[in-house]
């Protein structure tokens, strides 16, 4: 088994996330971290709107980011602290839209190491130096600096160490010009370390300290340190220089203190929710933060872990802090970076779930929301604050969500399943994270929004848009098509029916252009029509008893075919007048189809002219003036095309030109060829093909996101387009349609006017590169997994949140409190404001029936007495066998650490409502959390901590069968196939086990060779388990052949079991691949996406990412693409500084996986080093970029 | 190579490598080493911190300062000393 991965769905959390003019221009952008992976956005300022423009994979963690400029430049660097023992310094390149490394300085060993730096980045907020940290001990500190050619310099690195010192913070303070400082949260803990009474780790303090970098010494020497709270857990540096009073804010639990050197402290508490279930004994943290500087003034806004925003403002008088005031702002997500835009704008990358954009509507000067003091509080001697003080929370006041950026993170289980019939499967995931998670279903397909839906008199034929003349910004004309009749409406605040147009309305339409400076013409099938912008009409009428079929146009050349397959030829003139030439050409069979390549500004002509016949060919014909109508080349096809459309895309496949043009042809078999038409000879060459659906292939031209792209139209609609370096084929998630034309307008820039049956509708496309568009399914708790009952198509979810009240738990403490019920009606959405928080120990936990025919839940219970559910099965017992049953694995008073329950119950339900209601059956107690549940030849198959039961129904509780006590700690996973069970330990990798039916016992034979934390498994066939684990590994089991049979033959188990080996089973299974692949993976299954297509194994990762494994077929493919990895990993070394290899391999040796992201990146490189590799694997670069276009086609 | 040059190296070894083990190594100091290594291992990888957030239902901010905070001492008092 050789297997080749693709990212799908790249994880899409963010855990860094800075703010700069990465394009040195004065729109300001986010340069954000997914973890492995780095993204440009950006806003924009007009529509509210955050795009990304740049994703690229950088095969390393990303641990911290920071942005910095030097002085008196305009453009931002990028630093990376990753775990690459490296600190890397990116700069964005706009023109050829890539991040270029700039420095990349080695320090230490790879890995995210306790003492390597790389977890802290502090820069100088003007941009003289550099602070990267590690946890402990170590951090150094870069000077930059420009040599004389204006590039930036980076020094050797100076040490500001500090051994058995534990860091929790750093950031750089804002001095303006005197010499830089960093400010670092430390503690000591030497002391701790020696004394046994534990006096003296009590007494251990957390530092504030000042690293001053002598700019003259070159040196860095620890300036100030100071003690503060040790419940302190962040800084925000204050604004200095001429900006501010300089100094840092440190954030402790429940206050926030200002500090400085030789500045006085000043300390305020963190106001808390109005809530009467709060916890008084829980402190409060902020999380994050970020400083906003104006023109003569400045605020800061923090965040509590409850999502609450803090507005505070410092007064000052030069450099002397008077006061610092703390008010409630607003309510967002819990964030791992915030960010505030010059242009008024909150962007706020979500710990979990969908990351917002919100514009603000003012800054909560005015409003009636207490404002707290420094002043009004007097800390205790030791300078803590214990002092409480409240606010009421509320909807958004100040701020006004203008967009979101999907996020699935977390993903917690998810299965790919058709579930509702239609061409392809969808993926059902569970997202997200307390009320605001969602089961989301993943349809593959561009996400479309519809503008407008408007039905027409019949069934329309055609429809186009034109301007009225070459310089018109906007479409002015929509123009219809029927079978016997043209109608032409006119875009305005409406669209309306306008008759004095010119165009003969009595006539189908073939073609419609806008021509020359401002004419118009029609072609319809007895003639052409010349309308001049004074309404004055020149007729071409087409000769006797022949009839125009098909026409190709552009502003300046028309061509036409008439029946028999003559075609006509014309030219618009000095004058304006459309002059037919003298050449006409006669196909050799009937033409199907026509195009003629776009016309470049300025340019009067183009070259090429392409025509398919229905003798199965496309010939390319000249329009030189030279040799009119020539042939110049020619292609044979697998059937009759029915649609052309030549495009420039931009890229450099093409060597010296910016440009490629490609010939796109759709044929009557729902086939779609892209060629590559060469500019200079007219030869076609690099064809890809791909097959689109049953119907015939219509193409029409597009212009998206600034580029052209062709909409193919078959039985559903793809959209073919370029994105970073790349031509993606998509469909769209939007019904059939027959026919459609680009549209332009003042409301909808990018549109598409289409039809379908008798209704006119434009739509537009924004989120490309999604591969997937989501429905969500709001839910209430987290979700932990989902099962499919199988003959009624429900889903039954399950749903745990700790730490949380549950609803029936709320209702009661209220009331205990004296509350009354009508209060609750101004209760706070939970999915803003999250429910209320109770103790550790405590549970909010339901089960949820959804039908996914019509996404709505049919069904919810609560579970009461503090029980959380953990596990979930569908089964049928062989006892009852016309019923299909739901086993729900719960535990009461679970406590994580130490780990604790009362008591642990499997509940049995019965589907009711044609599975759309459950009914309870009974609970049977068990001793420990019931992990895992399985159906089990008519049985349940149970995990019970590290027990391993077969149950039956009985009629009070669930009867004990059989019992396996042999595996090592918890059983997480189970799967079965016949008699075979493979089980999935939390800490010891997968077991294999078979149950004896005669002597009704389950024996493990065979384990895996290393301990593996698993997070899900999957069996791919009777022998072969996937799975994978908490630190990002990917893996694949296979129990040897000749044991597989032998345990199989072997009905009374005994002999071929044999007896244990070293604490472990008499047998290992062999590793077959294993890969890094740097998130958790959460759901593994084997399932083919395309219908026939190859089977697979697709994976979910907890931070939202989706990807696949495909195995290879040949030999050949597995050489090829091995070298061609090879090859990348030398060319093109991961941006983050991290070695490929080592990466791919971070636990682990990488075994018998290519990575598909690492090859895919081959279209990134220069021209140069693409024909490098390609000599090296004796091929073009061309065929190698069709190889590895191909292996994604395959997949999806 | 001769025996005091062996020392010198290995005790640049642990003056460099926090952690770095010796005979008189004891089960304190290994599991202490053992425990801020690991504490550190999973600050740095982000999943691993957002994974236990979910579990923990606590902010991922929470979850490091927890983690951090544990570092300082992972493993209690140490024993006292026989001397």
Same mark, same amino acid.
């Given at each position: 088994?050789?297997?080749?991965?693709?990212?799908?769905?790249?994880?899409? =959390?963010?855990?860094?996330?800075?703010?700069?003019?990465?394009?040195?221009?004065?729109?300001?952008?986010?340069?954000?971290?997914?973890?492995?992976?780095?993204? $440009?956005?950006?806003?924009?300022?007009?529509?509210?709107?955050?795009?990304?423009?740049?994703?690229?994979?950088?095969?390393?963690?990303?641990?911290? $980011?920071?942005?910095?400029?030097?002085?008196?430049?305009?453009?931002?660097?990028?630093?990376?602290?990753?775990?690459?023992?490296?600190?890397?310094?990116?700069?964005?390149?706009?023109?050829?839209?890539?991040?270029?490394?700039?420095?990349? #300085?080695?320090?230490?060993?790879?890995?995210?190491?306790?003492?390597?730096?790389?977890?802290?980045?502090?820069?100088?907020?003007?941009?003289?130096?550099?602070?990267?940290?590690?946890?402990?001990?170590?951090?150094?500190?870069?000077?930059?600096?420009?040599?004389?050619?204006?590039?930036?310099?980076?020094?050797? !690195?100076?040490?500001?160490?500090?051994?058995?010192?534990? *860091?929790?913070?750093?950031?750089?303070?804002?001095?303006?010009?005197?010499?830089?400082?960093?400010?670092?949260?430390?503690?000591?803990?030497?002391?701790?370390?020696?004394? !046994?009474?534990?006096?003296?780790?009590?007494?251990?303090?957390?530092?504030?300290?000042?690293?001053?970098?002598?700019?003259?010494?070159?040196?860095?020497?620890?300036?100030?340190?100071?003690?503060?709270?040790?419940?302190?857990?962040?800084?925000?540096?204050?604004?200095?220089?001429?900006?501010?009073?300089?100094?840092?804010?440190?954030?402790?639990?429940?206050?926030?203190?200002?500090?400085?050197?030789?500045?006085?402290?000043?300390?305020?508490?963190?106001?808390?929710?109005?809530?009467?279930?709060?916890?008084?004994?829980?402190?409060?943290?902020?999380?994050?933060?970020?400083?906003?500087?104006?023109?003569?003034?400045?605020?800061?806004?923090?965040?509590?872990?409850?999502?609450?925003?803090?507005?505070?403002?410092?007064?000052?008088?030069?450099?002397?802090?008077?006061?610092?005031?703390?008010?409630?702002?607003?309510?967002?997500?819990?964030?791992?970076?915030?960010?505030?835009?010059?242009?008024?704008? $909150?962007?706020?990358?979500?710990?979990?779930?969908?990351?917002?954009?919100?514009?603000?509507?003012?800054?909560?000067?005015?409003?009636?929301?207490?404002?707290?003091?420094?002043?009004?509080?007097?800390?205790?001697?030791?300078?803590?604050?214990?002092?409480?003080?409240?606010?009421?929370?509320?909807?958004?006041?100040?701020?006004?969500?203008?967009?979101?950026?999907?996020?699935?993170?977390?993903?917690?289980?998810?299965?790919?399943?058709?579930?509702?019939?239609?061409?392809?499967?969808?993926?059902?995931?569970?997202?997200?994270?307390?009320?605001?998670?969602?089961?989301?279903?993943?349809?593959?397909?561009?996400?479309?929004?519809?503008?407008?839906?408007?039905?027409?008199?019949?069934?329309?034929?055609?429809?186009?848009?034109?301007?009225?003349?070459?310089?018109?910004?906007?479409?002015?004309?929509?123009?219809?098509?029927?079978?016997?009749?043209?109608?032409?409406?006119?875009?305005?605040?409406?669209?309306?029916?306008?008759?004095?147009?010119?165009?003969?309305?009595?006539?189908?339409?073939?073609?419609?252009?806008?021509?020359?400076?401002?004419?118009?013409?029609?072609?319809?099938?007895? %003639?052409?029509?010349?309308?001049?912008?004074?309404?004055?009409?020149?007729?071409?009428?087409?000769?006797?008893?022949?009839?125009?079929?098909?026409? =190709?146009?552009?502003?300046?050349?028309?061509?036409?075919?008439?029946?028999?397959?003559?075609? *006509?030829?014309?030219?618009?003139?000095?004058?304006?007048?459309?002059?037919?030439?003298?050449?006409?050409?006669?196909?050799?069979?009937? /033409?199907?189809?026509?195009?003629?390549? !776009?016309?470049?500004?300025?340019?009067?002509?183009?070259?090429?002219? =392409?025509?398919?016949?229905?003798?199965?060919?496309?010939?390319?014909?000249?329009?030189?003036?030279?040799?009119?109508?020539?042939?110049?080349?020619?292609?044979?096809?697998?059937?009759?095309?029915?649609?052309?459309?030549?495009?420039?895309?931009?890229?450099?496949?093409?060597?010296?030109?910016?440009?490629?043009?490609?010939?796109?042809?759709?044929?009557?078999?729902?086939?779609?060829?892209?060629?590559?038409?060469?500019?200079?000879?007219?030869?076609?060459?690099?064809?890809?093909?791909?097959?689109?659906?049953?119907?015939?292939?219509?193409?029409?031209?597009?212009?998206?996101?600034?580029?052209?792209?062709?909409?193919?139209?078959?039985?559903?609609?793809?959209?073919?387009?370029?994105?970073?370096?790349?031509?993606?084929?998509?469909?769209?998630?939007?019904?059939?349609?027959?026919?459609?034309?680009?549209?332009?307008?003042?409301?909808?820039?990018?549109?598409?006017?289409?039809?379908?049956?008798?209704?006119?509708?434009?739509?537009?496309?924004?989120?490309? %590169?999604?591969?997937?568009?989501?429905?969500?399914?709001?839910?209430?708790?987290?979700?932990?997994?989902?099962?499919?009952?199988?003959?009624?198509?429900?889903?039954?979810?399950?749903?745990?949140?700790?730490?949380?009240?549950?609803?029936?738990?709320?209702?009661?403490?209220?009331?205990?409190?004296?509350?009354?019920?009508?209060?609750?009606?101004?209760?706070?959405?939970?999915?803003?404001?999250?429910?209320?928080?109770?103790?550790?120990?405590?549970?909010?936990?339901?089960?949820?029936?959804?039908?996914?025919?019509?996404?709505?839940?049919?069904?919810?219970?609560?579970?009461?007495?503090?029980?959380?559910?953990?596990?979930?099965?569908?089964?049928?017992?062989?006892?009852?066998?016309?019923?299909?049953?739901?086993?729900?694995?719960?535990?009461?008073?679970?406590?994580?650490?130490?780990?604790?329950?009362?008591?642990?119950?499997?509940?049995?339900?019965?589907?009711?409502?044609?599975?759309?209601?459950?009914?309870?059956?009974?609970?049977?107690?068990?001793?420990?959390?019931?992990?895992?549940?399985?159906?089990?030849?008519?049985?349940?198959?149970?995990?019970?901590?590290?027990?391993?039961?077969?149950?039956?129904?009985?009629?009070?509780?669930?009867?004990?069968?059989?019992?396996?006590?042999?595996? !090592?700690?918890?059983?997480?996973?189970?799967?079965?196939?016949?008699?075979?069970?493979?089980?999935?330990?939390?800490?010891?990798?997968?077991?294999?086990?078979?149950?004896?039916?005669?002597?009704?016992?389950?024996?493990?034979?065979?384990?895996?060779?290393?301990?593996?934390?698993?997070?899900?498994?999957?069996?791919?066939?009777?022998?072969?388990?996937?799975?994978?684990?908490?630190?990002?590994?990917?893996?694949?089991?296979?129990?040897?052949?000749?044991?597989?049979? #032998?345990?199989? #033959?072997?009905?009374?188990?005994?002999?071929?079991?044999?007896?244990?080996?070293?604490?472990?089973?008499?047998?290992?299974?062999?590793?077959?691949?294993?890969?890094?692949?740097?998130?958790?993976?959460?759901?593994?299954?084997?399932?083919?996406?395309?219908?026939?297509?190859?089977?697979?194994? $697709?994976?979910?990762?907890?931070?939202?990412?989706?990807?696949?494994?495909?195995?290879?077929?040949?030999?050949?493919?597995?050489?090829?693409?091995?070298?061609? #990895?090879?090859?990348?990993?030398?060319?093109?070394?991961?941006?983050?500084?991290?070695?490929?290899?080592?990466?791919?391999?971070?636990? /682990?040796?990488?075994?018998?996986?290519?990575?598909?992201?690492?090859?895919?990146?081959?279209?990134?490189?220069?021209?140069?080093?693409?024909?490098?590799?390609?000599?090296?694997?004796?091929?073009?670069?061309?065929?190698?970029?069709?190889?590895?276009?191909?292996?994604?086609?395959?997949?999806? | 190579?001769?025996?005091?040059?062996?020392?010198?190296?290995?005790?640049?070894?642990?003056?460099?490598?926090? %952690?770095?083990?010796?005979?008189?190594?004891?089960?304190?100091?290994?599991?202490?080493?053992?425990?801020?290594?690991?504490?550190?291992?999973?600050?740095?990888?982000?999943?691993?911190?957002?994974?236990?957030?979910?579990?923990?239902?606590?902010?991922?901010?929470?979850?490091?300062?927890?983690?951090?905070?544990?570092?300082?001492?992972?493993?209690?008092?140490?024993?006292?000393?026989?001397?």
């Amino acid at each position: 088994m050789f297997l080749y991965n693709l990212t799908l769905q790249a994880p899409n =959390a963010i855990n860094q996330s800075i703010l700069g003019n990465f394009s040195g221009t004065r729109q300001q952008e986010l340069v954000v971290s997914h973890v492995s992976r780095i993204e $440009l956005l950006r806003p924009d300022t007009t529509t509210g709107k955050v795009h990304s423009i740049l994703s690229h994979d950088v095969f390393g963690v990303i641990r911290s $980011l920071a942005a910095f400029r030097l002085t008196g430049a305009s453009k931002d660097y990028i630093v990376i602290g990753s775990d690459s023992g490296r600190i890397i310094i990116l700069e964005y390149n706009p023109i050829k839209n890539v991040f270029e490394k700039v420095h990349q #300085e080695t320090f230490g060993k790879s890995g995210c190491r306790r003492i390597v730096p790389g977890q802290y980045l502090a820069t100088d907020p003007k941009g003289r130096a550099v602070m990267i940290g590690s946890m402990e001990k170590q951090k150094l500190v870069y000077i930059l600096n420009r040599d004389i050619a204006a590039r930036l310099t980076i020094g050797s !690195p100076l040490e500001a160490h500090k051994s058995h010192t534990i *860091v929790q913070y750093c950031t750089g303070v804002d001095v303006g010009f005197e010499n830089p400082i960093f400010a670092c949260l430390e503690v000591d803990y030497t002391e701790a370390d020696q004394d !046994p009474t534990g006096e003296a780790y009590r007494e251990t303090e957390k530092m504030l300290t000042y690293y001053e970098l002598d700019l003259g010494l070159n040196h860095v020497v620890r300036k100030w340190s100071e003690a503060v709270d040790r419940r302190s857990n962040m800084l925000v540096a204050v604004p200095g220089g001429t900006d501010g009073p300089s100094g840092v804010l440190v954030c402790s639990e429940n206050y926030i203190t200002y500090k400085h050197i030789g500045a006085a402290t000043l300390t305020v508490p963190i106001p808390r929710r109005k809530d009467p279930l709060e916890n008084k004994e829980r402190g409060l943290l902020i999380v994050s933060g970020v400083v906003h500087k104006m023109k003569n003034s400045f605020f800061l806004l923090l965040q509590s872990e409850e999502g609450d925003l803090y507005k505070v403002t410092i007064d000052y008088t030069g450099d002397t802090v008077n006061e610092i005031k703390i008010k409630y702002f607003d309510t967002v997500s819990v964030a791992a970076g915030l960010c505030i835009l010059k242009s008024g704008f $909150l962007f706020v990358a979500s710990e979990f779930g969908n990351h917002q954009f919100y514009q603000f509507g003012k800054l909560g000067d005015d409003d009636d929301t207490p404002e707290y003091s420094s002043n009004d509080f007097i800390t205790n001697d030791d300078g803590t604050l214990d002092v409480k003080v409240y606010f009421k929370p509320r909807p958004l006041e100040n701020l006004l969500l203008v967009d979101e950026l999907a996020s699935m993170s977390p993903l917690t289980d998810a299965k790919v399943l058709n579930l509702t019939d239609e061409d392809t499967p969808q993926i059902y995931a569970l997202c997200g994270r307390g009320p605001r998670s969602t089961m989301r279903i993943l349809r593959h397909g561009l996400e479309v929004t519809e503008m407008a839906v408007s039905p027409l008199p019949a069934n329309p034929t055609a429809v186009w848009t034109t301007r009225l003349t070459a310089d018109d910004k906007f479409d002015q004309f929509i123009i219809v098509s029927f079978s016997n009749a043209t109608l032409v409406l006119s875009i305005g605040e409406t669209v309306e029916e306008v008759t004095d147009t010119g165009f003969l309305a009595t006539t189908p339409t073939i073609a419609v252009q806008q021509l020359g400076q401002d004419a118009l013409l029609q072609i319809y099938p007895q %003639g052409i029509r010349h309308i001049r912008a004074n309404k004055q009409v020149t007729e071409w009428r087409a000769p006797g008893g022949r009839q125009i079929v098909r026409a =190709a146009t552009n502003s300046q050349q028309v061509v036409i075919a008439l029946t028999g397959g003559e075609l *006509v030829y014309f030219e618009v003139d000095e004058s304006g007048n459309l002059s037919e030439s003298h050449v006409r050409r006669e196909m050799s069979g009937n /033409v199907t189809c026509l195009s003629i390549q !776009p016309l470049p500004a300025g340019r009067r002509r183009v070259r090429f002219l =392409a025509v398919g016949c229905d003798d199965n060919t496309v010939r390319i014909l000249s329009l030189d003036a030279s040799n009119t109508l020539e042939p110049l080349s020619m292609q044979a096809l697998s059937a009759i095309p029915e649609s052309l459309v030549m495009i420039d895309m931009p890229d450099q496949i093409t060597a010296g030109s910016l440009t490629t043009l490609y010939l796109n042809i759709g044929l009557q078999n729902g086939v779609l060829l892209r060629t590559v038409l060469e500019q200079n000879t007219g030869q076609l060459s690099d064809t890809r093909t791909r097959f689109l659906g049953a119907r015939s292939v219509k193409l029409f031209e597009l212009n998206m996101a600034g580029n052209p792209a062709v909409l193919a139209l078959s039985s559903r609609p793809w959209l073919s387009y370029q994105m970073q370096s790349r031509i993606h084929l998509n469909p769209l998630s939007y019904e059939a349609l027959e026919y459609a034309a680009s549209f332009t307008s003042e409301q909808c820039l990018e549109g598409v006017v289409a039809i379908a049956g008798n209704a006119l509708k434009i739509f537009t496309i924004e989120r490309f %590169g999604q591969v997937f568009n989501e429905t969500p399914i709001p839910l209430t708790y987290t979700p932990r997994r989902f099962v499919v009952n199988p003959v009624h198509k429900s889903i039954a979810i399950i749903e745990s949140d700790h730490q949380t009240f549950s609803a029936l738990e709320k209702k009661k403490k209220l009331q205990e409190l004296g509350f009354e019920a009508n209060e609750e009606e101004e209760e706070l959405d939970p999915v803003v404001f999250g429910h209320s928080r109770s103790t550790p120990g405590k549970w909010a936990s339901l089960i949820r029936i959804i039908n996914p025919a019509t996404e709505e839940t049919t069904f919810t219970l609560e579970l009461e007495q503090n029980e959380a559910a953990f596990s979930v099965a569908v089964l049928n017992f062989a006892v009852e066998a016309g019923d299909m049953f739901l086993a729900v694995g719960t535990a009461a008073d679970v406590t994580l650490a130490p780990k604790s329950l009362s008591s642990g119950f499997i509940h049995i339900y019965k589907f009711v409502n044609d599975g759309m209601g459950l009914e309870l059956v009974h609970k049977t107690p068990v001793d420990e959390v019931p992990h895992a549940l399985l159906h089990f030849q008519g049985r349940l198959l149970a995990g019970v901590g590290k027990t391993l039961r077969i149950y039956d129904l009985g009629k009070r509780k669930l009867l004990r069968k059989c019992e396996n006590r042999s595996l !090592p700690n918890s059983i997480v996973t189970l799967h079965n196939q016949g008699g075979r069970i493979v089980i999935g330990d939390v800490q010891e990798s997968i077991h294999y086990a078979s149950y004896v039916a005669a002597d009704n016992k389950i024996v493990v034979f065979a384990d895996d060779k290393a301990p593996r934390w698993i997070s899900c498994s999957a069996m791919i066939d009777y022998d072969t388990v996937a799975g994978g684990d908490k630190f990002g590994n990917f893996f694949v089991n296979r129990l040897p052949q000749k044991l597989s049979q #032998e345990i199989d #033959e072997d009905e009374a188990g005994s002999k071929s079991v044999g007896k244990g080996y070293l604490h472990g089973a008499a047998h290992k299974v062999d590793l077959m691949a294993h890969y890094h692949v740097g998130d958790i993976l959460t759901s593994l299954a084997k399932t083919s996406f395309v219908a026939g297509g190859r089977e697979m194994i $697709l994976y979910t990762s907890f931070m939202g990412g989706i990807g696949i494994f495909i195995p290879f077929q040949t030999k050949e493919d597995i050489d090829f693409f091995q070298t061609l #990895e090879m090859h990348m990993r030398n060319e093109m070394p991961p941006l983050a500084g991290r070695d490929h290899l080592s990466y791919r391999g971070y636990h /682990v040796p990488v075994k018998g996986t290519v990575d598909g992201d690492m090859c895919e990146q081959y279209n990134l490189l220069s021209g140069d080093k693409k024909r490098m590799i390609a000599d090296e694997l004796d091929r073009t670069p061309a065929e190698i970029q069709k190889k590895i276009e191909d292996m994604r086609i395959r997949a999806i | 190579m001769d025996r005091a040059n062996l020392n010198s190296q290995l005790e640049h070894l642990q003056s460099k490598y926090v %952690g770095t083990g010796h005979a008189d190594t004891s089960k304190y100091e290994w599991g202490v080493n053992q425990a801020r290594d690991t504490y550190a291992s999973y600050v740095g990888h982000y999943p691993m911190m957002s994974y236990f957030a979910l579990a923990e239902n606590e902010s991922i901010a929470r979850v490091k300062f927890n983690i951090t905070e544990k570092m300082v001492q992972p493993c209690g008092p140490p024993p006292e000393r026989k001397d």
